[in-house]
């Protein structure tokens, strides 16, 4: 059974920067898809980063693009979310999470083809 293990998240202030770590156990690395979504009070889901572990293909949402990278490290088995520059609006409880296999890019942000899922980490930037 695939397990997501989530760390690094806490308060920072704006402009600031956090690291967010996926420590993925028992998962397929280079079959599919590892990325990172959040949520935050009142909205949906939304997509922010992933990263196709087959090939290091990596995909933005354009509210974070410039300002945050995903990166995976294999021999470790992570996954990670570099956040710079952050602002009030990245406040949200953030999720890891992984696919079974690789659809596309289409995809790459689309929460309904992801098959695993952490338990989150908040991330709280004030003004």
């Known amino acids: 059974q695939v397990q997501l293990v989530e760390s690094g998240g806490g308060s920072v202030q704006a402009g600031g920067s956090l690291r967010l770590s996926c420590a993925a156990s028992?998962?397929?690395?280079?079959?599919?898809?590892v990325g990172w979504f959040r949520q935050a009070p009142g909205k949906e889901r939304e997509g922010v980063a992933s990263i196709y572990t087959g090939g290091g293909n990596t995909y933005y949402a354009d509210s974070v693009k410039g300002r945050f990278t995903i990166s995976q490290d294999n021999a470790k088995n992570t996954v990670y979310l570099h956040m710079n520059n952050l602002r009030p609006e990245d406040t949200a409880l953030y999720y890891c999470?992984?696919?079974?296999?690789?659809?596309?890019?289409?995809?790459?942000?689309?929460?309904?083809?992801?098959?695993?899922w952490g338990q989150g980490t908040q991330v709280t930037v004030s003004a």
């Open positions: 999470a992984a696919t079974d296999e690789w659809y596309g890019r289409a995809w790459a942000l689309n929460s309904s083809v992801y098959d695993y």
């Open positions: 028992l998962y397929p690395y280079g079959r599919g898809c």
